[in-house]
């Protein structure tokens, strides 16, 4: 089944290493889903100590953080000790176990042709709705920078029901929804928008 924005997340449950997981037992929380290649590869590794600098952040905005990959959970336990040896980074969130490949398919992950887990980012909401989704190739390590902006952007559209332009960053304004009817756009004319279709207002 493919995995689309809107849709509801797909419920699973996992080893981690961190314990048992049932998805749907973080409802009412955000949640940020992002699977690896593989344990020990070279840009998970920076990606795994990059995610962790940035957990209190993560934390202060009431996000979860969970791992994926098809490596078992015994791989997983020895990359993180390994990271914690080498790194004496100690990586704070689960990292699913999903051998059977069931989370890594339901969510589109896998690529059939080089067997490994694509680089994915899902962020669920607390209603459990899929609210971004964006895959890297292997070799592409992602910006934790660029996540935190999508979250807090997301944030923002789901607590003031405005949209975001550009670029938008907390502080800057958001953007109204455009008039869906004639009258309601010569309105906008009237209030100074800068254009009838386009009204961005502080917040
Ligand atoms: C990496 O994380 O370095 C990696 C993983 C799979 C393929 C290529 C690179």
Redesign the pocket.
């Known amino acids: 089944m493919a995995v689309f924005l809107g849709m509801k997340a797909p419920d699973f449950t996992a080893t981690t290493t961190k314990g048992p997981l049932v998805f749907s037992s973080l409802k009412g929380k955000w949640v940020l889903l992002f699977s690896?290649?593989?344990d020990f590869?070279?840009?998970?590794?920076t990606?795994f100590l990059a995610f962790t600098e940035r957990y209190e952040d993560f934390k202060k905005l009431g996000v979860e953080l969970i791992g994926l990959s098809v490596d078992s959970v015994y791989s997983h336990i020895a990359w993180l000790r390994d990271i914690k040896e080498h790194y004496g980074v100690e990586v704070p969130f689960p990292v699913i176990a999903d051998i059977d490949k069931e989370v890594t398919k339901l969510y589109n992950l896998y690529d059939e042709k080089?067997g490994?887990t694509v680089r994915g980012v899902f962020i669920i909401d607390p209603n459990q709705v899929v609210r971004w989704m964006i895959y890297y190739p292997?070799?592409t390590g992602r910006s934790i920078e660029e996540i935190i902006r999508v979250i807090k952007a997301l944030q923002f559209n789901w607590d003031k029901k405005l949209a975001t332009p550009a670029n938008w960053k907390p502080g800057d304004p958001g953007i109204q929804s455009a008039p869906t009817t004639l009258s309601d756009s010569l309105a906008r004319d009237k209030e100074g928008a800068e254009r009838w279709y386009l009204k961005k207002v502080k917040s």
């Open positions: 690896h290649p593989g590869t070279p840009v998970c590794t990606e080089s490994v292997a070799e």
